[in-house]
């Protein structure tokens, strides 16, 4: 329903233009391929959105892809969705701010609060190192004891503390924050006292994004989104960009939602905009917008995927079809649910296509399905819980949604299947 010293190249070439009549011509191509949104640009677009950032020393390629085509992606970035393009000599960098933060933006590794405020403690700790500057475990553990703002402070005796941290230093080491150099963070799960040895990487410095005030000026999330947009010109055209491109599927919210009014008027124009620069199409409905990509591609996070929970979600956007009768959408599209109807809807799909599906849910209990259909259809936006009553709100993306069995796949075989193809 998201070479190694390109300067120096740079500058041999245009020696050369400026030495050799000759290459005049070869420079002039240049510079026109710079300013065409090519399949180049396209590419370097997708990296730099489904990628926190490029680093020079690991993706060489890549970062020399999007240098090549710099200038064109900054113009185009800035006047559709207004974010700052970082590019160092280290690394390149999109500063991604959405409209609205979703639960699913946040670090997917970490479980609790406290990771989050142990990942900010342990970045506030590399700033008062310098770059390939080595420490020990036990620095970072007693600085982040000392630094941590919680009700309970932290007590590395608890195991639960000591898994918090080890799910903080492997995600720090994952955006290459931190570099091991020696020893293994896992056996600090078993034990407290156990030592490895780190180095502060350059791209420490650069991990947090810059405001336009201190911190300490604001006083809620609210209040940084705020002031993001204030700096912003053309503030609904790029809001509608960013709810797209960041969003599996933007829905109408009320007669007056001013996001999906600009949607309807310009659709021919966000259409050709959208599949000219990227590999993805514009799909506009009454009550929901979502972008479709045609074909996959390795860097993108694409619904359905291969887990055999796409496939059940799947088969119960046929089966709401077939029973719009009994759960009519609202004008906006949206289908109110119970929890009991929900689980008879559940167990009347397993009774229709669960011949099919994996053994995992083949044979496994209600509730776990439940949980896992839930999960995911939340995770893509298609579902919410209503925090008073407790129902189920099915979104209108869900309506997009279709699966079921070829032709020739039979109930007889369900002995030797372990998940069905779904078309």
Known sequence: MRVKNPSRVLIKESFARFRFPGNGRKGRVEKLEERKFDEKAETALRLLFENFWILREEN????????????????????????????????????????????????????????????????????????????????????????????????????NDRKSLIRVIKFMERLSLLKRVEGDIEKFASHEKEEV?????????????????????????????????????????KRVYRKLFLSPAVCREGEDDADFLYMRNFRNRLRDDIESHTSFRLELFKNAAFLVADEKHPEFTLFPDQ???SDIVLHLGSLLREKISEFPPDEYGRIRMTKVQFSDLMKELKNKYGYGWSKQYREGTAASLESDVIELLKEWELLEAEEFTGSYLFKPAIGRLSGHYPKDFSGEAKEEVDGGETE
């Open 60 to 159: 060489p390629e890549q970062y020399q892809l999007i240098r090549e085509r710099e200038r064109i992606l900054k113009r185009f970035i800035d006047e559709k969705f207004g974010y700052p393009l970082i590019v160092h000599r280290h690394f390149i960098k999109l500063e991604k701010t959405p409209v609205e933060p979703e639960a699913w933006m946040g670090i997917l590794d970490f479980r609790s609060v406290r990771d989050y405020a142990m990942f900010c403690c342990a970045l506030a700790f590399t700033e008062s190192k310098q770059v390939d500057e080595q420490f020990l475990l036990s620095e970072i553990c007693e600085d982040i004891k000392d630094m941590y703002p919680g009700e309970f402070p932290i007590d590395w005796t608890n195991y």
């Open 197 to 237: 040895l780190y180095e502060v990487t350059v791209y420490a410095r650069y991990f947090m994004r810059t405001f336009p005030d201190d911190l300490s000026e604001y006083a809620s999330a609210e209040e940084i989104l705020r002031a993001e947009w204030e700096r912003q010109s053309d503030v609904r055209r």
């Open 307 to 309: 887990r055999a929970i």
